[in-house]
């Protein structure tokens, strides 16, 4: 008798297993025409080309059955800045738009949160803090620029890229390096070099003129944007992942049927395991292609130098994120935020903001 109560289980499960891709299919079909703009992430990078065009202009005309259709253009290819990004997006400019969060945190220090210089090294810890952090960046977004937050990615890790080569931090001491957020700024402030503040396009010839001696930006990102032919080697202490936060214009989101509210929701979880995934592999692929060596799929066979992290320059970089770092951000973003960063990523990371 158990035998046949087992066997029927089996059954219904393996029926239901068989009817939930018909059922989604059936779903996709119901869903009504439309058609969003989105502007996205800089052309070169590896987070546009690998994950972010392909999922507006391939997977989601395919989950919704051609029902639904995205015009994505990056936003270099439009000539934005993107620090106008969530401005844009809460005049509705477009109806979803892709940003570095941390280039918003000159209009909000919490945009930082989770991707403070040097605060995490590996892809995993990066995403389970920006985990932590997301309730916190959505309530800003819905409260101060009507718009929600849908999903939250990655780069390889953000790593400078000089002329000549250095032997750690300490040489970096008088030299001006090209950044792209405030964080990066206290870290660089407590090795004694000069931040500069410059446009991702902008870095090539810059470097090649030596306006910057070095410039930070992902280990991949500067391969695929042709930095290999401006720099000589690559010091590969990590200062973020340049954390990718993808948003919809909040009176597009209410506007929508709750059908095609869920439809999006599902996609985005399957986006976002993507994005960290390419994370991973990106930043596997940097080390091969930035010398030479293979796989290299993902960018451009390079003659670099890749130095070498020793233990007391992680030392330097774990002193550099407890003190200055974590300590001028903290002031920024003000006593109630530092709490919040402290209940929520704190655990995660091990560590905690000064609290005044």
């Known amino acids: 008798m158990r035998d046949a109560h087992v066997k029927k289980r089996v059954l219904l499960g393996a029926a239901l297993a068989a009817l939930l891709p018909l ?41 919704s059955n051609g029902a639904i259709t995205v015009d994505i253009t990056p936003l270099d290819q439009m000539g934005i800045d993107d620090k106008t990004m969530l401005r844009l997006l809460k005049l509705g400019v477009m109806d979803f738009a892709s940003m570095d969060i941390s280039k918003m945190a000159g209009d909000d220090p919490r945009f930082e949160g989770c991707d403070l210089a040097g605060l995490t090294l590996e892809p995993d810890k990066a995403r389970a803090a920006c985990k932590a952090w997301a309730p916190v960046l959505d309530q800003q977004m819905q409260k101060n620029w009507n718009a929600k937050l849908l999903a939250i990615g990655g780069n390889p890790p953000q790593v400078f890229w000089c002329r000549s080569a250095i032997g750690g931090l300490d040489d970096l001491k008088g030299k001006k390096v090209r950044v792209f957020n405030n964080t990066m700024r206290d870290f660089l402030q407590g090795v004694g070099a000069t931040a500069v503040s410059m446009a991702f396009a902008e870095v090539v010839p810059a470097l090649n003129n030596g306006v910057v001696d070095c410039a930070v930006t992902g280990s991949l990102s500067g391969n695929t944007a042709g930095w290999t032919e401006v720099t000589k080697s690559i010091y590969p202490m990590s200062l973020g992942w340049s954390i990718n936060a993808l948003a919809v214009n909040l009176k597009t989101w209410n506007s929508m049927d709750p059908k095609v509210q869920a439809f999006f929701l599902e996609q985005m979880k399957a986006y976002e395991d993507k ?14 292609c930035n010398t030479g060596r293979q796989p290299c799929t993902m960018g451009k066979p390079a003659d670099m130098k890749i130095l070498e992290v020793t233990p007391e320059e992680e030392a330097k970089r774990k002193s550099l994120v407890e003190g200055p770092v974590l300590s001028n951000w903290a002031k920024r973003c003000g006593t109630e935020c530092a709490q919040a960063w402290n209940e929520k990523v704190g655990p995660v990371v091990g560590l905690k903001a000064p609290v005044r």
Request: hydrophobic share 45%; proline share 7%.
């Open 23 to 63: 059922l989604g299919r059936a779903a996709a079909q119901d869903l009504p025409k439309l058609q969003f703009k989105a502007v996205g992430l800089n052309g070169p990078t590896v987070a546009s080309t690998v994950d972010e065009i392909p999922f507006w202009r391939n997977t989601i005309p395919q989950a």
């Open 275 to 288: 994005m960290w995934e390419t994370v991973r592999q990106a930043t596997a692929q940097a080390e091969t």
